[in-house]
C-alpha cells in the first residue's frame, strides 16, 4: 500500500501540475479513508520524500542479496549502485523533470534530496567501515567521516547532470557516472596524501634508528 500511495502522488503532481494541496485530496484519488493513509505516513511531505527514498533503497536491498555483488572492490560497488539508481528513475523522469525543474546548482539542498542523503548514508557508511578495516581504503580518521558524504554529493551531482542530459539512451550521463564515481574513489582511496604521509613515518622511523 505504501508503495501504491507513492505511485499516486507521483501521477497526481503530473497530471494537475502541482502537488496534492491536502492529503484528502490524495486519498480521493486512490479511493481510501485518511485513517488509511496515516497508516503509512504521517504527512504529504513523507510521501514525496518516499518517491526517491524508497527506489535507493530498492537498490541497496536487491545487491544486499547479491553474493557476486558482496565481492566487488568498494569502486566497484558504488559504480554498479549508481548506475542501477539512475536506471530506477527512468521510470518517474518526468515527475523528476517537475520537480527539481528549479534546481540549478547540484550542490544546492532541495527540498526532496535530504531523505535520499539520510538513506544513501545509511547504505554507504558500512560499506565505507567494512573497506577501511580490510585496508582497502585507508582510515584517515576525522577525513573518513567526510568520504560518505562526497560520495553523497556525488550521487546529487549525477542526478543533476542526468536531469539535463539529453544524449541518446543518457549516454552522457554514463560517462559522467563512470568518471565522477572513479575520481571520488580516488579521493577517498589512497592517494598522493597518503602516500606522503606514509614517505614522512619511512624518514622518522629512519632516523629513529
Not at 41 to 68: G, Y
Not at 77 to 101: C, D, G, N, P
Request: aromatic fraction near 12%; glycine fraction near 4%; include cysteine.
Amino acid at each position: 500500500m505504501k508503495n501504491q500511495i507513492v505511485s499516486e502522488y507521483v501521477k497526481y503532481c503530473l497530471k494537475h501540475g502541482h502537488a496534492p494541496a491536502n492529503v484528502f485530496l490524495l486519498c480521493e484519488s486512490l479511493e481510501m479513508t485518511e485513517t488509511e493513509f496515516y497508516n503509512h505516513f504521517s504527512s504529504l511531505e513523507k510521501v514525496e520524500e518516499s518517491v526517491l527514498v524508497n527506489r535507493w533503497e530498492d537498490v541497496a536491498a536487491r545487491f544486499a542479496q547479491d553474493e557476486q555483488f558482496g565481492s566487488f572492490t568498494i569502486t566497484e560497488k558504488m559504480l554498479t549502485m549508481h548506475f542501477a539508481f539512475v536506471e530506477s528513475l527512468r521510470e518517474i523522469r518526468s515527475y523528476l523533470l517537475w520537480k527539481f525543474q528549479d534546481w540549478k546548482n547540484p550542490t544546492d539542498q532541495i527540498k526532496g534530496l535530504m531523505g535520499l542523503r539520510s538513506a544513501f548514508q545509511a547504505t554507504v557508511s558500512p560499506m565505507l567501515n567494512t573497506a577501511s578495516v580490510s585496508g582497502e581504503i585507508p582510515d584517515r580518521k576525522v577525513i573518513s567521516k567526510l568520504n560518505v558524504e562526497a560520495l553523497g554529493m556525488n550521487l546529487a551531482f549525477v542526478m543533476h547532470f542526468w536531469l539535463k542530459d539529453d544524449s541518446a539512451d543518457f549516454e552522457r550521463t554514463d560517462a559522467c557516472i563512470e568518471k565522477s564515481v572513479q575520481l571520488t574513489m580516488d579521493f577517498v582511496g589512497r592517494n598522493a596524501v597518503d602516500k606522503l604521509f606514509d614517505f614522512g613515518k619511512f624518514l622518522i622511523q629512519g632516523f629513529q634508528k
